[in-house]
């Protein structure tokens, strides 16, 4: 079992930047291949980012390229989502979750959600 908190959404000027953070519990960690997911209103959760048990692979979704980072430390069991030139169109709710050794792209693969945190970006 792993349970997983998420921290750091909050309202931000388009043009900004946030830093989510997702501390999981237990000794495990280091198992799982971790992603942050998005879900807007009226919208499914889709995968922005994911990152390899390692940290020595990462995948993102086309539209944040070269404007999200994903990152792992798993001496702190926390995983991070660094979002710059935000964009009204990120306004979501943002979720961290636990995955299988590798990346993987199927939202079924991952085992453990977190309770998501609030992203809004004002124009």
């Known amino acids: 079992q792993v349970q997983l908190v998420e921290s750091g959404g909050g309202l931000v000027q388009a043009g900004g930047s946030l830093r989510l953070s997702c501390v999981a519990s237990g000794s495990t960690f280091r198992r799982y291949s971790m992603g942050w997911f998005q879900q807007a209103p009226g919208k499914e959760r889709e995968l922005l980012a994911a990152i390899s048990w390692s940290g020595g692979s990462t995948y993102y979704a086309d539209s944040v390229k070269g404007r999200f980072t994903i990152s792992r430390d798993n001496a702190k069991n926390t995983v991070y989502l660094q979002m710059n030139s935000l964009k009204p169109e990120d306004t979501a709710v943002y979720y961290c979750?636990?995955?299988?050794?590798?990346?993987?792209?199927?939202?079924?693969?991952?085992?453990?959600w977190g309770q998501g945190t609030q992203v809004t970006v004002s124009s």
């Open positions: 979750a636990a995955g299988p050794l590798y990346i993987t792209t199927a939202l079924m693969e991952y085992d453990y």
